[in-house]
């Protein structure tokens, strides 16, 4: 998800923040390809032929669900989103959109009914990403795929702008406006991750990590584009982190 700076009335709390219509709420459209590759790979082969269910919560307006069901010819994709205005621009998109919450009641699917889950620049605008976690590995049948991503912590741009007592891209000190970092939206960010670290949570909440990949951030300025490209080749100085992990 990528957030502008909001207008008119300042947010009362997350929920009124996100669910203001002129919040764009979809991901880049690089990384979810590449996300939707790594889970076609992950899918693919005589075991898995059988048409599987493929959940996309924190599906936003549907982009990522939309641009990954070409890739997954045959298996139902379904998007989860809490927002009504983000789950009414997803139903425009993709057949399938259900309202549904990592937290409280949890997610209206029964244990261990989907098959893999797609969870696209989520975890970081979560409060409570260990209870996110528990709920997903509740959902997924042992063995079923996690495919996250997430912003890095420590993108290789990160690293120069602390050392030069700058604010990482990424990162938020308010809902109202930017301070202290490049960059002109309000994300809503509330946690960070480096490589490390998510792998790290990841395998604590239940997963065993399978692959971590890296992928470029849409928001780098042209000239650098090339460069944010080259270090996707490694993860822990990427932009984008894009793990896949499977329920253990």
């Known amino acids: 998800m990528t957030t502008p700076t909001t207008t008119g009335a300042p947010p009362r709390d997350?929920?009124?923040f996100?669910?203001?219509?002129?919040?764009?709420?979809?991901?880049?459209?690089?990384?979810?390809l590449r996300q939707a590759r790594m889970l076609a790979r992950a899918l693919s082969g005589p075991?898995?032929?059988?048409?599987?269910?493929?959940?996309d919560i924190g599906c936003g307006d549907?982009?990522?669900?939309?641009?990954?069901?070409p890739l997954l010819p045959?298996?139902?994709?379904i998007g989860v989103d809490w927002s009504q205005d983000a789950l009414r621009r997803a139903r425009t998109r993709i057949p399938y959109a259900v309202r549904g919450e990592l937290t409280g009641g949890g997610l209206p699917f029964a244990s261990g009914s989907a098959d893999a889950v797609l969870f696209s620049e989520v975890i970081e605008h979560l409060v409570d990403p260990d209870a996110a976690l528990d709920e997903i590995r509740r959902i997924l049948?042992?063995?079923?795929?996690?495919?996250?991503?997430?912003?890095?912590?420590?993108?290789?741009?990160?690293?120069?702008?602390?050392?030069?007592?700058?604010?990482?891209?990424?990162?938020?000190v308010s809902l109202r406006g930017i301070h202290g970092r490049p960059g002109e939206e309000v994300v809503g960010h509330l946690r960070l991750y480096t490589a490390r670290a998510l792998r790290e949570f990841v395998?604590?909440?239940?997963?065993?990590?399978?692959?971590?990949?890296?992928?470029?951030f849409h928001g780098v300025p042209r000239p650098l584009r090339p460069l944010d490209r080259l270090a996707c080749a490694r993860?822990?100085?990427?932009?984008?982190?894009?793990?896949?992990?499977?329920?253990?």
């Not at 075991?47 to 959940?55: G, H, K, M, V």
């Not at 604590?204 to 992928?215: C, D, I, K, Q, Y």
């Open 14 to 16: 997350l929920r009124d």
């Open 47 to 55: 075991a898995t032929a059988s048409p599987r269910t493929i959940l």
């Open 203 to 216: 395998a604590a909440s239940g997963f065993t990590v399978v692959r971590l990949e890296g992928a470029p």
């Open 74 to 77: 045959g298996h139902r994709v």
């Open 141 to 172: 049948r042992p063995g079923g795929h996690l495919m996250l991503s997430t912003p890095n912590l420590a993108a290789w741009y990160n690293r120069g702008l602390l050392l030069a007592g700058v604010q990482p891209v990424f990162s938020e």
């Open 235 to 248: 993860p822990q100085l990427a932009s984008i982190l894009l793990l896949h992990a499977r329920r253990t």
């Open 62 to 69: 549907g982009t990522a669900a939309a641009t990954a069901a």
């Open 18 to 32: 996100y669910e203001n219509p002129a919040v764009p709420v979809a991901s880049g459209t690089p990384r979810s």
